[in-house]
């Protein structure tokens, strides 16, 4: 007989361990305890060394699937005697920490029990256990036990108590346990503020008011959607009108698989994104089927974003056989730009012009978390935004890390915070364009630093000096006086590709960091960057020539102008056939060119974003837009992926030259060849340079392994060409896996960097 203590860290808390722990030292006859601490779970047992032996690879080996073990320690301990196996009470330690469960779509055992009549949760909207539900959005400190979340002020009936400590059930220690009798409930409101129905009434009439096309605001996990029939073009526009939502593409809900696959392409990697714990939303190729609101839903795409219902309130919502439309707009609650709502005096405040009524719950939601959006590239699930389902998952990196925050861009902003081999990459916070999203930043970087107990001792931020993040970074270094790392935008993105690709810090890779918008070290806007370095420094071997953006933000809204400069920074006439130049007056005309020729406001740009958006306008496909990248994404979304051809570029110096390429497709768009001909052609061209750029890389330097980021890289007809080119050639091409390639990694990488950089200071 010997005694061990077991220590082991990761994602072991909130997903059933401890009930698994507890049965399977039962199976083996194992004596001792087990218990949740701040860092972990600790466990103690007695017994025979062989059956210790098979017990600890059982507990790798059959984990429950929603833990994620990062590290197992097993030591010695002076014999103990033990009566029993028990749970014994969790224990906290100030400077301790564990990563955070997400929040989890609904389980097929609570899904079955929702609609089963006979089971005493049947139809109640809150049904979860210790494989689903709410984590993240509830939790307000650790360890993870109720009285540190939302479900505090809910206390527990006598059945859902007495499933709450049996370690048999798989409800033990569920954290939000909860029944129709003792937990939280749903009702309407309509118009806001004036009860209308409770309980399963409330969703029966909202079934109806969606059935008739109206508008709804419903609460969720991390807060609010809004929700319309997405087969009803009038609904679909007046939800447009209302949220001020021209044309950007609104997210969907189906109840199953089968009825998303009437009307969208779902492969067997998309099936298994759909049908994940995670459920995100997912994008899919459309079918014809769809044309009867694909229009209104995602004005010119080729790709449709679905979800399947996530909580239990979803199922119920959208039940087939009742009112329910087949398919629901689901988008974000909140006005443009704005984060999402998830309070609900705020709700009806900021809602109240655009939703005909509300259906709330009284559980609150402490951490609002937008939903994630994945892609597929060459099948395999590409990350578009990260938050439900994946935040505040860590990112597990090769060397142990300084506690360090990075404060993030000011598009697509995220933070992180690492400690030991943990990168804690945020939620996605949004566009830091206004007081409320930098309120929100705020608590939930305060939030953050409390549940993984991190202080940081350096911080790591952006160049450019106007951003809110930057700002932040630079007073709060005041105020504790931390030490500041500047981190160029470009080179974040070249080590975020890096280290979540496994390579160590100071491995050198070049990198094509393609995107729209960033500070350069030359006080320049970069973006279309071929870069050499690793987390200590970089070069800048190529790069776009750069053109005037007169105007800054005006040129960037109106892609007719960025035209235009990209045609006199070339040398190139404004031919007044060009769409371009027709869809701007004469007056726009000179006033244009006089800014260009005096270098008025009009800062130079190597930005590939404004060359996509530049070809766009040429084409006569935009010429001005409504959402951030719309040129470029229907750019893509045009072109004939049949065609194989590309243009011409040159290569001077450290500039890549693009006037042959807007040449070519002048002559082309004169000689009346298809504007998708054209499209496919130019990302094909961007496909064929990138690859010829990496072979010459590679003959001065050895590199083999190239780091795909940015936001363009999105753009899954040009990323896709591109891996072909690239493998055919025998490189390594690195691109992202667990954070988006837009600037939802930005964080990531400034924290690497910044991380590598105070380490080696303190050498």
């Not at 990112?395 to 990168?423: S, W």
Request: glycine letters at 6%; one cysteine or more.
């Amino acid at each position: 007989m010997i005694s061990r203590h077991i220590h082991i860290t990761g994602i072991v808390q909130g997903v059933g361990f401890r009930p698994f722990i507890y049965n399977l030292a039962k199976d083996h006859n194992l004596t001792g305890w087990v218990r949740n601490s701040a860092s972990g779970v600790d466990i103690e047992v007695t017994g025979n060394e062989q059956v210790q032996n098979a017990f600890l690879a059982d507990i790798r080996q059959t984990a429950p699937p929603l833990s994620q073990i990062d590290e197992m320690v097993a030591e010695a301990i002076e014999l103990r005697v033990f009566s029993d196996f028990t749970i014994i009470k969790s224990e906290d330690q100030d400077s301790d920490f564990i990563p955070v469960s997400p929040d989890v779509a609904v389980c097929s055992q609570c899904q079955a029990e929702l609609f089963n009549p006979q089971d005493r949760r049947f139809r109640y909207p809150f049904i979860n256990c210790t494989n689903c539900g709410p984590r993240f959005s509830i939790i307000k400190d650790i360890p993870y036990d109720r009285p540190q979340t939302t479900m505090a002020g809910f206390a527990m009936c006598p059945d859902c108590l007495r499933e709450y400590e049996n370690p048999q059930d798989r409800r033990f220690h569920a954290q939000p346990i909860a029944c129709p009798k003792c937990g939280p409930q749903v009702w309407l409101e309509v118009p806001a503020g004036t009860k209308e129905s409770a309980k399963d009434q409330a969703v029966i009439q909202a079934q109806k008011m969606l059935s008739e096309g109206k508008i709804l605001a419903i609460k969720g996990l991390g807060g609010f959607h809004l929700a319309c029939d997405a087969t009803n073009p009038a609904a679909v526009d007046q939800l447009r009108k209302r949220k001020k939502r021209s044309e950007k593409p609104f997210a969907l809900m189906a109840f199953d698989l089968e009825t998303i696959q009437k009307y969208a392409v779902i492969s067997e990697q998309g099936l298994k994104l759909l049908t994940s714990p995670q459920a995100p939303i997912v994008l899919l190729p459309v079918k014809p089927a769809a044309r009867k609101f694909a229009e209104s839903v995602a004005p010119g795409q080729k790709s449709l974003g679905f979800m399947l219902p996530y909580t239990p309130l979803h199922l119920l919502l959208m039940e087939p056989g009742t009112d329910a439309p087949e398919v629901l707009v689901m988008t974000s609650g909140n006005m443009s730009e704005e984060p999402i709502v998830h309070e609900d005096q705020s709700a009806r405040e900021k809602l109240g012009a655009v939703a005909d009524g509300f259906l709330l719950h009284d559980r609150t939601i402490h951490r609002r978390i937008d939903d994630s959006v994945f892609a597929l590239v060459e099948d395999q699930p590409y990350p578009v935004r990260r938050a439900r389902g994946y935040a505040p998952n860590p990112i597990r990196v090769t060397e142990t890390l300084p506690q360090i925050l990075a404060t993030g861009p000011h598009m697509k902003n995220t933070f992180c915070l690492t400690r030991d081999r943990y990168a804690f990459v945020s939620h996605y916070i949004g566009e830091m364009e206004n007081w409320e999203t930098y309120q929100d930043y705020l608590r939930a970087i305060q939030h953050y630093e409390a549940l993984f107990r991190i202080h940081p001792i350096a911080i790591g931020y952006d160049l450019h000096p106007d951003y809110l993040s930057t700002r932040y970074a630079l007073e709060r270094a005041n105020r504790e006086h931390l030490p500041l790392y500047p981190v160029q935008h470009h080179h974040a993105h070249l080590a975020a590709g890096m280290i979540e690709n496994g390579l160590s810090l100071d491995q050198t890779v070049a990198g094509f960091i393609y995107d729209g918008t960033g500070f350069g070290t030359d006080g320049t806007i970069w973006g279309g960057e071929v870069l050499i370095g690793n987390c200590k420094d970089f070069s800048r071997h190529l790069h776009l020539k750069p053109v005037p953006l007169p105007g800054n933000e005006v040129s960037i809204r109106k892609p007719a102008r960025m035209a235009l400069s990209m045609l006199w920074a070339n040398n190139l006439p404004w031919d007044p056939n060009l769409p371009s130049v027709q869809a701007l007056s004469l007056v726009e005309q000179n006033a244009l060119r006089n800014q260009l020729e005096k270098n008025i406001n009009a800062p130079l740009t190597s930005s590939m974003g404004r060359l996509f958006d530049a070809v766009a306008a040429l084409i006569g496909l935009r010429q001005s837009i409504n959402y951030e990248a719309q040129a470029a994404i229907e750019l893509e979304a045009l072109a004939d992926d049949r065609q194989l051809g590309y243009y011409p570029w040159e290569v001077e110096g450290d500039q890549i030259i693009v006037k042959p390429t807007l040449s070519a497709i002048l002559t082309d768009l004169s000689s009346g060849v298809c504007t998708a001909e054209i499209s496919a052609k130019f990302h094909q061209t961007l496909a064929q340079m990138t690859s010829e750029i990496a072979s010459q890389i590679h003959k001065t330097t050895g590199i083999r392994q190239f780091v795909l980021s940015g936001g363009v890289w999105q753009n899954r007809f040009l990323l896709e060409r591109t891996l072909t080119l690239l493998r055919d050639s025998g490189f390594e091409a690195l691109i992202h896996h667990q954070l988006p390639p837009n600037d939802g990694c930005i964080a990531f990488g400034q924290a690497m960097i910044a991380s590598y950089r105070y380490m080696q200071e303190k050498e």
